[in-house]
């Protein structure tokens, strides 16, 4: 009995590593940026968000991650993210994020009328 923990508790800690290290990536793979914190929102480097990667839907687009999904809204600039087939609505679009990473060029060249 004694064998049969510890073989459980193996592949719970097994489990759980891998779980938090798929979260980890997928949420450093959402923004890849540093700097222009402040408006104007200059002096920023990195690699902006690629839109033309992510995958379409009839709301707008999916970055599809190992273990999260990032959704952004084409029209309203809702972040949302999915977990296990639940869907968490995160926040809106910031400025920076509309300034540096240029989604409405993104979704207007896909065919959708953002409104923020």
Known sequence: MNVLIKIFACIGLLFTSMFSYGLYLDIKA????QGGYEAPYKGVSG???????????????????????????????????ELFGFIYEARKLSPRAIKVHKPRQAFLKRGFTPEF
């Open 30 to 33: 959402m923004d890849r940026t």
């Open 47 to 81: 690699e902006i968000l690629d839109w033309e990667s992510m995958d379409l839907t009839s709301t707008g687009l999916v970055q599809r991650g190992h273990i999260v999904n990032f959704i952004v809204n084409a029209t309203t600039g809702m972040i949302s993210l």
